[in-house]
Nanobody, 123 residues
Framework: VQLQASGGGLVQPGGSLRLSCAAS?????IGWFRQPPGKEREGVSC????????HYSDSVTGRFTISKHKSRSTVYLEMTGLQPEDTAVYYCAAAIPSLLPGCSISPHDYDTWGQGTQVTVSS
């Protein structure tokens, strides 16, 4: 599977962005991760390909929403109430379905990564 993340950009605090992750194949658990400047990559959200179960990190719960297109090959991350601490390169990743029946926000559970898209929150 190949992944392409897009939708990043510069936004003011309190603003919104929608990221897209286009996958060459459907039916893979997809996770969104981010790497702030000078910090390690961290999990943001994920969605299961089976029943659509989702998980969020504490830092984005209530502000970010993950969803998938009905074709299941594109996953979106709707981000609202963005703050400067959300500034990071955002990546989407896919896991091997047989190894991850649900989904996870641990980067170690994912095998294939997209190229990343920059999100900058600044006034």
């Amino acid at each position: 599977v190949q992944l392409q993340a897009s939708g990043g950009g510069l936004v003011q605090p309190g603003g919104s962005l929608r990221l897209s992750c286009a996958a060459s194949l459907a039916y893979y658990p997809i996770g969104w991760f981010r790497q702030p400047p000078g910090k390690e990559r961290e999990g943001v959200s994920c969605i299961s390909f089976t029943d659509g179960t989702t998980h969020y990190s504490d830092s984005v719960t209530g502000r970010f929403t993950i969803s998938k297109h009905k074709s299941r090959s594109t996953v979106y991350l709707e981000m609202t109430g963005l703050q400067p601490e959300d500034t990071a390169v955002y990546y989407c990743a896919a896991a091997i379905p047989s190894l991850l029946p649900g989904c996870s926000i641990s980067p170690h559970d994912y095998d294939t990564w997209g190229q990343g898209t920059q999100v900058t929150v600044s006034s």
